[in-house]
């Protein structure tokens, strides 16, 4: 089925979006994007868009940061998603890109003097670690600096870092790469955050631990509190902590919540789901579909009401 984008204003066939090779954004990582999941609900034929909103507003936040001059307010770019969405008419999991980016034709390192544009795609996306439990390696690349490049902003250019971390580990026979911040404490994986289990406390890095602040691993929290009375410690993780973990999972809008099952060839726990990462899913699982009537008000359907 052909997909569609919304692109300088318009919605148009995807394969006819198209930017120029002099595009700013295109030479120095000038843009912010989102990742945004529409979970398909087979029984209900509905399509529905988790905390579309939220990412909307973290967009914008990024755009603050990058000087990107946002011509679209949030409910103008959540409603402009919904009307993508429903024209593509997918009836399967989809991921939604919008992105923000210095559209300028133009060369030289600058933030300033420069045009700026949006556009958002859908594309049809299963499971992003398609594995049941992912094994993951201790990356040698590291976090960068809040004053080196802002790891709370979405921002095209810092995810060569991911992009490296991510290869190394595949390249050495794992999954997925766990990062560690500058200061040697965990940080997160190369698209997720990471939550470990101890002694029935889940435990995730805090946001000086040079992370991205996920809408997933915001939801997991607050979940985790709600429906299994678990406050989530947000400190600094040691390396060491990783392998004397009961369970650990990581989160995502692309990875929802994966488990880890062995870190640098180590097993986490008895190597199996841990009880604490299966009732998360669980839950997550029903939530993200419509499932659950009490989070409602984070699913936003595509077809009709």
Not at 145 to 165: F, R, W
Not at 171 to 179: K, L, P, Q, R, T
Not at 215 to 231: D, H, M, P, S, Y
């Amino acid at each position: 089925m052909p997909s569609y984008a919304f692109f300088q204003g318009k919605f148009m066939p995807l394969e006819e979006a198209k930017i120029g090779i002099m595009t700013h954004c295109i030479h120095y990582g000038t843009a912010v994007f989102e990742g945004i999941r529409g979970n398909w609900n087979a029984e209900r034929k509905q399509t529905y868009l988790f905390r579309m909103r939220e990412h909307y507003e973290r967009l914008v936040q990024g755009c603050r940061v990058l000087q990107i001059k946002l011509h679209y307010t949030v409910d103008e770019m959540c409603e402009k998603t919904v009307e993508l969405v429903r024209k593509c008419g997918f009836e399967e999991d989809i991921y939604v890109r919008p992105v923000a980016y210095a559209s300028s034709q133009a060369l030289g390192v600058r933030l300033h003097g420069l045009e700026h544009d949006f556009f958002i795609f859908v594309i049809p996306w299963g499971p992003y670690l398609d594995v049941e439990k992912a094994r993951c390696s201790v990356s040698s690349w590291r976090r960068p600096e809040d004053n080196v490049i802002p790891p709370q902003v979405k921002a095209a250019g810092i995810y060569i870092n991911n992009a490296l971390a991510k290869t190394e580990a595949v390249s050495n026979g794992f999954d997925e790469a766990i990062m560690l911040a500058p200061d040697g404490h965990v940080s997160e994986g190369s698209g997720e955050n990471i939550f470990i289990v101890k002694d029935g406390k889940l435990i995730t890095p805090a946001s000086y631990s040079n992370i991205l602040i996920g809408i997933t691993r915001n939801t997991v929290i607050e979940l985790a509190e709600k429906e299994l009375g678990l406050v989530t410690i947000q400190r600094p993780i040691d390396r060491s902590e990783l392998y004397n973990a009961d369970e650990c999972f990581l989160t995502g809008t692309a990875a929802h919540i994966t488990p880890v099952a062995e870190i640098d060839r180590r097993p986490v726990g008895n190597g199996e789901i841990g009880p604490i990462t299966a009732k998360l899913q669980e839950i997550y699982a029903r939530v993200i579909r419509g499932n659950h009537p009490k989070y409602m008000h984070w699913c936003t359907p595509v077809y009709g009401k």
